[in-house]
């Protein structure tokens, strides 16, 4: 089975700086792999999701890009922060049957 | 649109106390059904998935089950360590797998 890695665990980012997150997935290949967000007390909000190397596609406009630069790496990722990009986020990946299995987390808070 | 509303949105029982948790959904074509728990500052944990109304899937004190419209999960004499948030999300015949989810119910049962 599929284990899910993500890190940082915990950010605390000034308004303005950059970011990189990253989630890198062992034990299978060629996954669909998934950023969500989730905001305080709520669910979870689809960013992005990548069906392969290179390829993104993107659910909600907003400050952030993703990237897969490798079969099994996906990268989220600002230029600037906003005070609304903290939150939780989520990496998942496509397991069998189309269950999505998820990450530990990042928390990220934005000042 | 697809769109899920979960009821209610906090619940608290005694341990014992057998209830059921609610996830309303409006799909353009239903491929699943996704129950998660979540524990607080973690990531998601794949609980069952439904596919088809009259479904029933069941693990230790939990039973999820599926309608048309509606999936219920169903705790029976819950203990203190059920205590969570549970998440629904559907996802939609076709696109990537994407997942849409409800804002969860958080449940907390005490001693």
């Known amino acids: 089975s599929q284990t899910i890695h993500q890190w940082p665990a915990t950010l605390v980012q000034p308004v303005g700086s950059p970011l990189s997150l990253e989630c890198t997935v062992e034990?299978?290949?060629?996954?669909?792999l998934y950023w969500y967000r989730q905001a305080a007390g709520r669910g979870l909000q689809l960013l992005f999701y990548s069906v392969g190397i290179g390829q993104i596609s993107s659910e909600v406009p907003q400050n952030l890009s993703a990237s897969r630069p490798q079969d099994r790496q996906f990268i989220l990722s600002s230029k600037k922060l906003l005070l609304s990009d903290s939150g939780f986020y989520l990496c998942?990946?496509?397991?069998?049957?189309?269950?999505?299995?998820f990450g530990p987390g990042t928390r990220l808070t934005v000042l | 649109e697809d769109q899920v509303t979960q009821s209610p949105e906090a619940l608290r029982l005694q341990e014992g106390e057998s209830s059921s948790l609610n996830c309303s959904y409006t799909?353009?074509?239903?491929?699943?059904l996704f129950w998660y728990r979540q524990d607080p500052g973690k990531g998601p944990e794949f609980l069952f998935t439904l596919y088809s109304a009259g479904e029933e899937k069941e693990k230790e004190r939990l039973k999820a089950t599926l309608t048309k419209k509606e999936s219920f999960l169903h705790i029976t004499a819950p203990k203190p360590e059920d205590s969570a948030t549970y998440l629904c999300a559907v996802q939609a015949i076709g696109g990537a797998q994407k997942l849409v989810f409800g804002q969860g119910t958080r449940l907390t049962i005490n001693p």
């Open positions: 998942a990946c496509r397991g069998p049957t189309d269950t999505q299995y």
């Open positions: 034990g299978t290949s060629n996954p669909n």
């Open positions: 799909v353009s074509g239903l491929r699943g």
